[in-house]
C-alpha cells in the first residue's frame, strides 16, 4: 500500500518522528510514553511508535478552542 507513489505509508515511527508529525520536541513525546499517555514499542533498542498509536493519541487530545470563544 502506497501512501504516494514514491512513499510508502509508515507503520511505525521513530520517537524523534513522532515529535516531527505533530511538531513536538523529543523530550516531550519520551514524557508522554514515559507517562503512559503515548503507547510505544521497544524492537532492540530502538523505540517505535505504532501508526496506529501515534493516530489514537492525536486523536484523543482535546480540540484547541480560543481563549475568547463565549461558552454556549
Do not use: C
Amino acid at each position: 500500500m502506497l501512501g504516494t507513489l514514491e512513499q510508502p505509508i509508515k507503520k511505525a515511527h521513530s520517537v524523534k518522528a513522532a515529535a516531527q508529525q505533530f511538531d513536538a520536541s523529543v523530550p516531550f513525546v519520551r514524557n508522554e510514553i514515559r507517562d503512559g499517555n503515548l503507547r510505544a514499542k521497544k524492537i532492540g533498542r530502538k523505540v517505535v511508535i505504532l501508526d496506529a498509536d501515534l493516530q489514537m493519541y492525536l486523536e484523543n487530545q482535546p480540540d484547541w478552542k480560543p481563549a475568547n470563544q463565549e461558552k454556549n
